[in-house]
């Protein structure tokens, strides 16, 4: 089917957006645009940094998309004479029941940063004024999202979202607005990330050596284990949908005296895989020698977003029941399983 002009737009804005480490991990984050009765959004399980080298954007029928979110079907239907064999974005609701052509929905560090706190509310609202704003707690992705969203879009006009526990979400008139916006957006919220120590690569590596871990490729990574704040609401829970869905929940500790390859062997016997990534307090992470980039994204936004995180920061972590609704989600799975085959 005939493409728009402005999808080429997309394609270039939602390139250099999925290449900033700030703004987006992994596969993390979608955008859209609407063209008549057409939406064009990211499909499920591709990255956005790959928007101009490959075909990352499925075509669905708008009216119908809306018509299934007011039915609560989880389904979402093509546009007529769509080729793709790739399924539309988990968030495609989102981006159809939001007004805006353009929808840009990114896991920017300095704001999911202010997105797990529930102090400094007030200080958040400061930062944000002058802006059509609202801050939606947590709800789990895709249509429980979506139907939060519609009873707060209907009330008032908003062109920033902030998803408790989760990202930021920006519409706007076009690509490079809703660029702009978002770039507005993490220049208000912005917190100097704490320096990281520096780490013995050797240690680390004569502690790998011979079991199922290894270093993870983004050296920023070892603060996570060598700040102990950072330390600290790393192992209380889990921040945010991402993190669960691709390192699991939480992130384990080695415990004194205990080593890799006993963990693996205590996991394998209580019929767990061992974990994706583990935390040597004061030493470093290491991450499980077949974890995918995926999953190596995901630990860089965990340093990133915890670094940013002040000392006296009240932090909401996901319940176990949210934990348990991402991990045991189809829609996550298939997501999971494209990004390690990417
Ligand atoms: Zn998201």
Known sequence: MQAPAQLQDLRRMSARVGSNMLLVQGAGGNSSIKHGDVLWVKASGTWLSDAEAKDIFVPVCLSAAREALAQGDEGVPLAPHATTTLRASIETSLHALIPHSVVLHVHSVNTIAWAVRTDARDELAERMDGLAWHRLDYFHPGLPLAHALSDVIAQNPIDVLIL????????????????????????????????????????????????????????LCHSIATDRFSRAIATSGSLYPDHVVFLGPG???????????????????????????????????????????GAEAMLTCLALVTGRLPLSAEISYLSVENEQALLNWDAERYRRQLTADR
Request: charged letters at 20%; hydrophobic letters at 40%; proline letters at 8%.
């Open 164 to 219: 408790g526990n989760h990202g930021l979400v920006v519409g706007a008139a076009d690509c490079d607005e809703a660029e702009a916006l978002v770039h507005e957006v993490e220049k208000r919220l912005s917190l100097a990330p704490r320096r990281p120590s520096a780490v013995d690569d050797q240690a680390l590596r004569s502690i790998c050596s011979g079991t199922d871990y290894r270093l993870p490729a983004d050296p």
């Open 251 to 293: 992130l384990p500790i080695l415990a004194e005296g205990q080593d890799l390859t006993a963990m693996t062997m205590h996991a394998s016997a209580v019929g767990l895989s061992s974990p994706v990534s583990t935390l040597i307090p004061g030493i470093g992470a290491v991450i499980r020698a077949d974890a995918s980039p």
